[in-house]
């Protein structure tokens, strides 16, 4: 599975923070969440991550205001 993060529509709102801090995290330099220890795509720029276990995602997904991050089995 792979974690997709559309940095571009992000608008920084730390819900996914919030519920999911162990993957996410809010960073001063752009008021953005980032996935963390994950690679930029230099295509997309998105932001992904591969993981095995979904763990807390899921929330971050169904709480996203502007479904930016995206699940990809
Ligand atoms: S919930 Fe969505 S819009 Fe809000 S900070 Fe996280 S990724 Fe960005």
Same mark, same amino acid.
């Given at each position: 599975?792979?974690?997709?993060?559309?940095?571009? $529509?992000?608008?920084?709102?730390? +819900?996914? *923070?919030?519920?999911?801090?162990?993957y996410w #995290?809010?960073?001063?330099? @752009?008021? $953005?969440?980032?996935?963390?220890? +994950?690679? *930029?795509?230099?295509?997309?720029?998105?932001? #992904?991550?591969?993981?095995? @276990?979904?763990?807390?995602?899921?929330?971050?997904?169904?709480?996203c205001p502007?479904?930016c991050i995206?699940?990809?089995?």
């Open positions: 599975m792979k974690i997709i993060h559309d940095l571009e $529509k992000c608008i920084g709102c730390g +819900s996914c *923070v919030a519920l999911c801090p162990e #995290e809010m960073r001063a330099e @752009d008021g $953005k969440a980032h996935l963390l220890n +994950s690679k *930029v795509n230099s295509e997309t720029n998105n932001e #992904e991550l591969e993981i095995t @276990d979904v763990a807390c995602n899921q929330e971050a997904v169904a709480i502007v479904q995206k699940i990809v089995k």
